[in-house]
């Protein structure tokens, strides 16, 4: 035994920033020439990323001397409640009543908590709600309920069904009445005047009002918009409540918030964070007591970010997001299963998308710690940041007439297509990697068969629904359409020029680019200038990429593509850059297309699809 307090990490010197500032510039300038080098300044500014609603990312956080406070404690930033744990609430969606009864009693049997039903015209029916219901017992399970289209038809098909089981008083859940989020996708004009009497509806344990910022997540909206829009609309519900009658306490106790968890698990876990630190901050200035001021979350893993190709990745994507939404303080967590992208979910993937909480839950203990990440230095700056920029967007929609009015004039929506478009563009230099969709593809894949067609979609006429992968789905899509109509892929000649050490890596690279439009790559390594041309006329070949290092370009590259084009082929393309033959001028006149990582992806593979003839 002894007295002295053990230090990990004690027999180590204590580094310095100079020290890291020291390190970092010695990989950055490993190549560089002498008389080039970069300075730390330039150094950190290549190694900070911004996001697409401007986040700044710093390489290195250092320690804060701010106070971290506690769960369940103003401004409830580490936490509503200090009760561990979270209620896994699965959605169901199916119009089959009895057999969306099936999947959710099945879901209560085998671990879940609470049941969330979305009732609309591609869904559930008001008049089958009780039927789908049959059999859960209020207080048991945590019920909600939510619409896009028939908001009150659903919540009194609720309250009906809860009246019948004689154990209202016992209920919680939520009525789901969010008439502005609903307006958002819809573009319906919402009505605030009846929030009150819903208010006044309400038993037990029960939350009239659920304001659910999924929508603007499926429409592409960015962290800070998404906390911002959150706030900005509860705060549009409290001032509708008080106009009513309602005190803003009552109106607090009355209000829950469903966001998207992203497969980015940091900005998850902060945008939770954030968000309750917010709503406090909007108690404080309306005087509602400080234990009343935290926010009900219920996260729900993001239908934007699941892929139909390759949609096993989606296991992971989801596993991230409910990670995240537990470790960020989540009241209520939902997991979409992977293959949501096709159709109506199955047994099975039902099964796994609950099965991934059930394990965080009672396997990984995830929820036994309160906000595990507090006091991390990235977390509290990047928690920091949301929350002072979603503040600023706040105040900035509040000037402008409140969240309705953003709505109503298209702010909301000009807003959203910004953030948007910036990611459409990441997502299509692959500067926002999707895994097995954009990076990585699977050749062989085969699309999923077993899932129920989902009803057709309303028109609806607000924010545009989407989801990040489907502008890659569209390019494969075409080409599965080619093959089953002509019986063979489209193909693109891949010669690769001199030895596999000279053109390994970008024959890999390009390879798996041209696969993620389902692309097959049939390859010529080492042959010359004229076996090439012969190849790719007698196969009839539109499109040919040649492959090699900077070495053999300005050996061999011209003239294999001066071959090419004099044998017809129309579109010659090289993985690389021209300027790697030596004669930037010629290479142009016979070199059609650049292939480099950073290129657009998305308009590369469409023209190429195009010059092969497959249709759109």
């Known amino acids: 035994m002894t007295d002295d307090t053990l230090v990990l990490a004690g027999d180590f010197p204590q580094p310095t920033r100079q020290d890291w500032d020291r390190e970092v510039l010695k990989v950055m300038n490993r190549r560089r020439p002498p008389g080039s080098e970069l300075t730390i300044e330039q150094a950190m500014k290549r190694l900070t990323t911004t996001t697409v609603d401007g986040l700044v990312v710093d390489p290195l956080y250092t320690r804060t001397d701010e106070a971290l406070g506690w769960p369940a404690q103003t401004p409830f930033t580490r936490g509503s409640e200090v009760a561990p744990g979270w209620t896994v609430e699965q959605l169901h969606e199916d119009a089959d009543a009895a057999r969306t009864n099936g999947h959710v009693l099945d879901d209560l049997n085998r671990g879940a908590s609470g049941v969330w039903l979305r009732v609309d015209t591609d869904a559930i029916a008001p008049a089958d709600l009780a039927a789908a219901l049959k059999g859960v017992v209020p207080g048991a399970a945590d019920i909600a309920v939510s619409s896009l289209t028939e908001?009150?038809?659903?919540?009194?098909?609720?309250?009906?069904?809860?009246?019948?089981?004689?154990?209202?008083?016992?209920?919680?859940?939520?009525?789901?009445?969010?008439?502005?989020?609903?307006?958002?996708?819809?573009?319906?004009?919402?009505d605030l005047s009846k929030l009150a009497a819903w208010v006044a509806k309400t038993p037990g344990a029960m939350q009239a009002i659920c304001v659910d910022v999924t929508g603007y997540?499926?429409?592409?909206?960015?962290?800070?918009?998404?906390?911002?829009?959150?706030?900005a609309t509860g705060i549009?519900?409290?001032?509708?409540?008080?106009?009513?009658?309602?005190?803003?306490?009552?109106?607090?106790?009355?209000?829950?918030?469903?966001?998207s968890a992203s497969a980015d698990q940091f900005d998850t876990i902060?945008?939770?964070?954030?968000?309750?630190?917010?709503?406090?901050?909007?108690?404080?200035?309306?005087?509602?007591?400080?234990?009343?001021?935290?926010?009900?979350?219920?996260?729900?893993?993001?239908?934007?970010?699941?892929?139909?190709?390759?949609?096993?990745?989606n296991l992971l994507?989801?596993?991230?997001?409910?990670?995240?939404?537990?470790?960020?303080?989540?009241?209520?967590?939902?997991?979409?299963?992977?293959?949501?992208?096709?159709?109506l979910p199955t047994v099975f993937s039902r099964r796994i998308a609950r099965n991934i909480q059930l394990v965080a839950a009672e396997e990984a203990h995830v929820g036994a710690v309160k906000d595990p990440a507090g006091g991390a230095w990235y977390v509290e700056h990047l928690t920091e940041q949301m929350a002072q920029k979603a503040w600023a967007l706040v105040q900035e929609i509040e000037s402008k007439g409140g969240m309705a009015q953003a709505i109503a004039d298209g702010t909301i929506a000009a807003q959203v297509a910004q953030v948007a478009s910036a990611r459409a563009k990441l997502l299509a230099t692959r500067k926002l990697p999707l895994t097995g969709v954009s990076m990585f593809p699977k050749p062989d894949e085969q699309p999923l068969t077993d899932f129920v067609e989902r009803p057709a979609r309303p028109d609806y006429k607000g924010l545009p629904q989407h989801r990040d992968a489907e502008v890659f789905e569209t390019l494969r899509a075409r080409s599965r359409a080619?093959?089953?109509?002509?019986?063979?892929?489209?193909?693109?000649?891949?010669?690769?020029?001199?030895?596999?050490?000279?053109?390994?890596?970008?024959?890999?690279?390009?390879?798996?680019?041209?696969?993620?439009?389902?692309?097959?790559?049939?390859?010529?390594?080492?042959?010359s200038a004229d076996e090439i041309a012969q190849e790719a006329k007698a196969k009839g070949y539109k499109v040919v990429v040649l492959a090699s290092n900077t070495k053999v370009y300005a050996e061999q590259a011209i003239a294999a593509a001066t071959a090419l084009k004099n044998a017809g082929v129309p579109r010659v393309c090289i993985a690389g850059r021209r300027t790697e033959t030596g004669d930037e001028a010629a290479a142009a006149s016979v070199i059609d297309q650049e292939i480099f990582d950073g290129m657009d992806v998305v308009a590369f593979l469409g023209d190429t699809l195009d010059q092969l003839g497959v249709s759109k």
């Not at 919680?172 to 307006?183: F, H, S, V």
């Not at 997540?217 to 706030?231: C, E, H, R």
């Not at 989540?330 to 299963?337: F, G, H, I, R, W």
């Open 151 to 190: 908001q009150a038809e659903a919540a009194e098909a609720l309250l009906a069904f809860l009246a019948s089981t004689g154990k209202a008083s016992e209920a919680r859940g939520t009525l789901g009445i969010d008439p502005l989020g609903a307006a958002a996708v819809t573009g319906a004009t919402p």
């Open 217 to 231: 997540d499926n429409a592409g909206a960015g962290d800070v918009q998404q906390l911002a829009y959150a706030v």
């Open 236 to 259: 549009a519900y409290i001032r509708a409540l008080g106009e009513q009658g309602v005190d803003a306490t009552k109106a607090f106790a009355q209000i829950r918030f469903r966001v």
């Open 270 to 313: 902060c945008r939770l964070r954030a968000l309750r630190r917010l709503w406090a901050r909007v108690g404080e200035v309306l005087g509602v007591p400080e234990d009343k001021r935290g926010a009900t979350q219920h996260a729900v893993t993001s239908w934007r970010v699941l892929s139909k190709d390759d949609p096993w990745v």
């Open 317 to 343: 994507r989801v596993t991230v997001g409910a990670f995240a939404s537990a470790v960020g303080g989540a009241e209520l967590v939902s997991t979409l299963p992977h293959d949501t992208a096709y159709g």
């Open 482 to 527: 080619h093959q089953a109509a002509t019986g063979a892929h489209p193909a693109v000649l891949l010669a690769c020029l001199g030895e596999q050490r000279d053109f390994g890596g970008r024959e890999q690279f390009t390879s798996n680019m041209l696969w993620v439009a389902g692309l097959d790559t049939p390859e010529l390594h080492g042959a």
